[in-house]
């Protein structure tokens, strides 16, 4: 332990100064101090996080984008202001290019319905993996129902590993769109999502990735990545629940009709004919959470505030200590186990149902996921009917771990 | 503790020897519950001669309150009429959630599953089963019998 601490000063990351910016962290559950495991869930909020939406609805509350008056000229800068920081976030070209949206979900939803539905016949292809989570799959199974288009999935492997050549030998000229994942919420996998949306680019076919598991552990270039679309959630990167981005390349942003339709997305209403804002605008019908995308915006100055460097290196030896403690414990089997993975740990204990090992650990304050971690397909593939995961945060620590490896051989052997 | 109040030998017991597990061919009703929260899935089949469950057997996948809970509901139930059945469910429905369930000796072991109160995430756990039979139940007689109340 006393290396460990010694080579995370050395790397310049003080954990405990970083986590006393986390209030929740400093509770106790049940009798035990918390050890919070849950964040592929979702993160916690920092206090900066926590202040900015506080001091907006205490002093700047009013609707944006339409009062004369002081607060709603306010209200419109703190919520715009976010936009801006989105923009520098993730590196779009543009503010017409961030959409807010209320997460991840519907953002793919968003795109399933205004991008895809219009230009799918039937026929048409929808190529997605195995490891997608729900959210990733039943969107492009509504618009195929919906449009007569099928779905193609390409496999993963036993590792949990999406190969290249398994999902080009899916694209074909019926292609219309590949989605995927940039990392997999169930098995921490990372994706070759570089090489995959070259592929896919190469062959005229539009990507979009779900970026919810990847935007707290690493740094997105979206302009870099290539991708068309890039969808992410506020609350999985330390900001608020109900909030979450869409990119998209403004080209086709532009061509898309708006998917919902009421205040703030039009310009001028007549009973005969309605014509629509601009971007982002256009996608923004009705009053938007302000106080989220705000929250948004100070997780976003937050991160950047951040050496995100040593923070991502302190969370990769946090994966490294998890699995190597909980591969020392018998009858225990990681699930996922690519080579390039993002800091959590899904494993199964022979004799151990998850929820039971989830109810035990809580008994010691420590918070686990356990379930199908919304991606059934991933189950069925591991034959597994639920996994328990460990997910970590910066914020984490070697000791946690240790007691997460204690909690779990407890119940092993209350089970054995 | 809690933890000890919540598995306590009983339940482990029958979570490691589930009693009355396996297929039941033939089977005058068959049914299969699923918890999609948890992903928690088993069937329920039974035999009646007349009224009266002759025999009945479960199987399928789940916690160890969940598989214990079946385990000791198939020994409670069998030889009972239907509604003798329906009318233990609902017992036992008010043992999970009602702090102020009067004294379950009656119950038998079934008692042992009055722990899980304490953790409202896994009442389903323990009463999948049984939501299970009753459809079983109604299934062989959808006329005859009340319907199973869970309030």
Redesign the interface.
Known sequence: MKNIALADRAAGFDVNALRRQFPVLARVVRGKPLAYLDNGASAQRPLAVIDAVDDYERHHHANIHRGVHTLSQEATALYESSRDRLVEFINARSRHEIIFVRGTTEAINLVAQSYARPILKPGDEILITHLEHHANIVPWQMVCEQTGATLSVAPIDLRGEVHEDAVVALMNPRTRLFSCAHVSNALGTILPIRRLIAAAKARGIATLIDGAQAVSHMHVDVQELGCDFYAFSGHKMYGPTGIGVLYGREQLLERMPPWQSGGEMILAVSFAKTTYNGLPNKFEAGTPNISGSIGLGAAVDFLQGLDRDAAERHETALLDHATAALSKIPELRIVGTAGDKASLVSFAVAGV????LG??LD?DGIAIR???HCA?PV?EFFKL??TARASFAFYNTFEEIDRLAAGVERARK??A | MELNDLYRDVILDHNRRPRNFGGLEPADASVEGFNPMCGDRLTVRLKLDDDKISDIRFEGQGCAISTASASMMTEAVKGRTRAEALRLFDRVHQLLTDDAAPPADELGKLAALSGVRAYPARVKCASLCWHTLASALRSTNPHVLPAVTTE
Do not use: K, V
């Open positions: 149902h998850p929820h039971d109810t035990i008994e356990t379930g199908h059934m189950m009917p639920a209350l089970f």
